[in-house]
């Protein structure tokens, strides 16, 4: 059973592009979260959604970000006119359906270099 | 809403001494709870995990953790730490509706 998936796992832009994050969850998994790691500091929650569903994106930035998880595919976290600060680690987590006590499983990450 | 305090930063310590990383959550409500381990430059890999029954929870590489419901807190421990443990280590609350907080993380250095 494959853990999180996520590709690629080392992206750079030039500032101004757009960069795209795919994550595909566990078999079975129908719950998706994004968290970003800047560097030497947390993990940042950013949005959770379920399939064709934003559950929630109070952590995500008002401009430039957007998150979706269709109905088929991957989970897709899409940034817009990249900018030296959003340099940072992306990792994306799954968790299966169902109410309380779900653990939340983590990929290993995109790494995101602006230039 | 939740939240998740780990007061250590860093914590050096020499190998094969005994260590306790330190984590408190405030929460009105049942929760669940969870320590993380991040290797350089990888993602995060479950520790282990508190849902319900024996406050002691044990888990992967040594690592235990006590739930204590009266002072809010889980921290984790192990005996005898080796050089491979050094790492980044976060705590985690889960809620209802499956959200998850995660405190800000604390380094684990190892010293030979």
């Known amino acids: 059973n494959a853990g999180v998936m996520q590709n690629p796992r080392h992206l750079v832009r030039r500032r101004g592009q757009e960069a795209r994050l795919r994550c595909s969850p566990m078999?079975?998994?129908?719950?998706v979260y994004w968290y970003r790691q800047l560097p030497e500091e947390g993990l940042k929650f950013m949005v959770y959604l379920q399939k064709e569903n934003i559950i929630d994106e109070s952590g995500m930035p008002k401009e430039r970000f957007s998150a979706e998880f269709p109905k088929e595919g991957p989970s897709i976290l899409r940034i817009q006119q990249v900018v030296r600060g959003d340099s940072a680690a992306y990792f994306c987590a799954s968790s299966p359906p169902g109410g309380s006590g779900n653990t939340i499983y983590f990929g290993e990450g995109s790494w995101l270099t602006v230039v | 809403a939740q939240s998740v305090t780990q007061l250590d930063s860093q914590v050096p310590v020499f190998e094969e001494a005994p260590v306790e990383l330190r984590c408190n959550y405030s929460?009105?409500?049942?929760?669940?709870l969870f320590w993380y381990v991040q290797y350089p430059n990888q993602g995060l890999q479950l520790l282990l995990k508190y849902l319900s029954g024996s406050t002691l929870v044990k888990g992967i590489n040594g690592f235990e953790a006590e739930f204590n419901k009266s002072q809010t807190s889980f921290h984790l421990r192990k005996p005898s730490v080796h050089i491979s443990d050094t790492a980044e280590y976060f705590c985690a609350v889960g809620s209802g509706f499956n959200k998850f907080y995660f405190g800000s993380g604390t380094k684990l250095n190892v010293k030979p």
């Open positions: 078999k079975g998994h129908s719950h």
């Open positions: 929460s009105s409500v049942s929760v669940y």
